[in-house]
T-cell receptor
């Protein structure tokens, strides 16, 4: 498996523009996570899907952020309109959630999308 | 408040030397603790996962320890290599499903020749 695939790797956009980040999780995984990483705050969970259903979106900073998972092999994170403070590296990760049993499920991260909003 | 604190913030060591990174947490409930390695420009990669009952776990030259009583963990790197230069992130999971993760801000390790 190629691992978690994110696109684009880098995105530079002007303030006010819409940005869409894409993620293909590892085949067979049923959990997908979107994270944001900045120097100041480190890694922060934005939203978590299980079986394509959003379970916890409490980390989504504002209504400008939205995420979808139309099927088990694809997810998007959209920012509209984008602002300079959204500049960060956005990671997608996937894992297999057994639902019960030992809590040792490993999450595999993609390479991230570095977003710069100018 | 759930928090994960790591020390030192950064560390420089010579190739071949050992080092130990620290992680203190105030997280409840506790499910498991993970150490991740993040190379520059890459996503984090899991090194170890330890549950409440595990005191130590090794992955090659990496050995993680966990003291659930004092809520402390350490990551020991033996015979460091240049490729060990990375950020090491301590993460505490608070739920059974492994989805509620509290991240530390990481320790940046630089190994020089």
């Amino acid at each position: 498996d190629a691992g978690v695939i994110q696109s684009p790797r880098h995105e530079v956009t002007e303030m006010g523009q819409e940005v869409t980040l894409r993620c293909k999780p590892i085949s067979g995984h049923n959990s997908l996570f979107w994270y944001r990483q900045t120097m100041m705050r480190g890694l922060e969970l934005l939203i978590y899907f299980n079986n394509n259903v959003p379970i916890d979106d409490s980390g989504m900073p504002e209504d400008r952020f939205s995420a979808k998972m139309p099927n088990a092999s694809f997810s998007t994170l959209k920012i509209q309109p984008s602002e300079p403070r959204d500049s960060a590296v956005y990671f997608c990760a996937s894992s297999w959630d057994r639902g019960r049993g030992p809590p040792d499920t490993e999450a595999f991260f993609g390479q991230g999308t570095r977003l710069t909003v100018v | 408040k759930n928090q994960v604190e790591q020390s030192p913030q950064s560390l420089i060591i010579l190739e071949g030397k050992n080092c130990t990174l620290q992680c203190n947490y105030t997280v409840s409930p506790f499910s498991n603790l993970r150490w991740y390695k993040q190379d520059t420009g890459r996503g984090p990669v899991s090194l170890t996962i330890m549950t409440f009952s595990e005191n130590t776990k090794s992955n090659g030259r990496y050995t993680a320890t966990l003291d659930a009583d004092t809520k402390q963990s350490s990551l020991h790197i033996t015979a460091s290599q240049l490729s060990d230069s990375a950020s090491y992130i301590c993460v505490v999971c608070t739920n059974q499903a492994g989805t509620a993760l509290i991240f530390g801000k990481g320790t940046t390790l630089s190994v020089s020749s």
